[in-house]
T-cell receptor
Framework: AQTVTQSQPEMSVQEAETVTLSCTYDTSESNYYLFWYKQPPSRQMILVIRQEAYKQQNATENRFSVNFQKAAKSFSLKISDSQLGDTAMYFCAFMRAGTALIFGKGTTLSVSS | EPEVTQTPSHQVTQMGQEVILRCVPISNHLYFYWYRQILGQKVEFLVSFYNNEISEKSEIFDDQFSVERPDGSNFTLKIRSTKLEDSAMYFC?????????????????FGQGTRLTVV
């Protein structure tokens, strides 16, 4: 069975600084997708960034980028120039092709001024 | 921008009562999901639905749960006899196709959630 592990329950960062959230996963599959979702206090689930396992290039979306290490089964999220609005819980998620998302336990990120 | 909508946003029910949580997925999507999140914990998969039948379900999705697509737009989750431990946030999600390598079509769009409180 696939598992997703987020080893940092809480992180904090100052505005404008950079922070990296860790995620590891376990799978024997070769074709899969990885995601980072943001859940602000409103509890809406918002997709931040995705990575297809067959792509070697790391995904980027504006201030958000990932470090995808397929052999190490690692998928970390880097947030650059942190903003107060980035304060939220961040979930790493794994999906085999054709199946549902499997989420990690989440990392609560606090951005302070 | 199309979105997944869920109603109600908050439901309070007595233990043992039946509840129906409603979702309107994005109109051209083919795959529908229910997830739940007990307060402060991770998001857990319940069930996926495709072509008018369940395509996958988790161990959580036992006989007290059922899903239905009663018409062309709604997707519902019914809990027959609620228990205190069913109190959670329930999220509906939809995607066009989870298999398609096109990055757009694999994305699951989530609704804003229904907070269910069983008392």
């Amino acid at each position: 069975a696939q598992t997703v592990t987020q080893s940092q329950p809480e992180m904090s960062v100052q505005e404008a600084e950079t922070v990296t959230l860790s995620c590891t996963y376990d799978t024997s599959e070769s074709n899969y997708y990885l995601f980072w979702y943001k859940q602000p206090p409103s509890r809406q689930m918002i997709l931040v960034i995705r990575q297809e396992a067959y792509k070697q290039q790391n995904a980027t979306e504006n201030r958000f980028s990932v470090n995808f290490q397929k052999a190490a089964k690692s998928f970390s999220l880097k947030i650059s120039d942190s903003q107060l609005g980035d304060t939220a819980m961040y979930f790493c998620a794994f999906m085999r092709a054709g199946t549902a998302l499997i989420f990690g336990k989440g990392t609560t990120l606090s951005v302070s001024s | 921008e199309p979105e997944v909508t869920q109603t109600p946003s908050h439901q309070v029910t007595q233990m043992g009562q039946e509840v129906i949580l409603r979702c309107v997925p994005i109109s051209n999507h083919l795959y529908f999901y229910w997830y739940r999140q007990i307060l402060g914990q991770k998001v857990e998969f319940l069930v996926s639905f495709y072509n008018n039948e369940i395509s996958e379900k988790s161990e959580i999705f036992d006989d007290q749960f059922s899903v239905e697509r009663p018409d062309g737009s709604n997707f519902t989750l019914k809990i027959r006899s609620t228990k205190l431990e069913d109190s959670a946030m329930y999220f509906c999600a939809s995607s066009f196709s989870p298999r398609d390598p096109d990055r757009v079509n694999t994305e699951a769009f989530f609704g804003q959630g229904t907070r269910l409180t069983v008392v």
